[in-house]
């Protein structure tokens, strides 16, 4: 599991229980099964584009929003990668 996929889990995560969301009806919102959904919110598998996007909108915030805090993820692999 990647540190992005956990910054964008608990974005997601928060999100949902701040509009009390149920994952049954986000599932919906992305055309998956609730089960899919959770394989996601577990990191089993990783969230596609799209898929944030749809949730960004349904959920009435801007998709950085989930993706908030990637930013530093990204500077600490540039360092990794300049090693």
Known sequence: MSNYSKIVRSNILAEFGRKDIY??????????????????????????LGELVTI???????????????????AEHKQELAS
């Open 23 to 48: 994952q049954a009806r986000a599932a919906e919102w992305i055309n998956i099964s609730p089960a899919a959904l959770g394989f996601r919110l577990n990191g089993k598998t990783d969230f596609r």
């Open 56 to 74: 960004a909108e349904k959920l009435g915030v801007p998709f950085s929003t989930l993706v908030a805090g990637l930013d530093e993820v990204v």
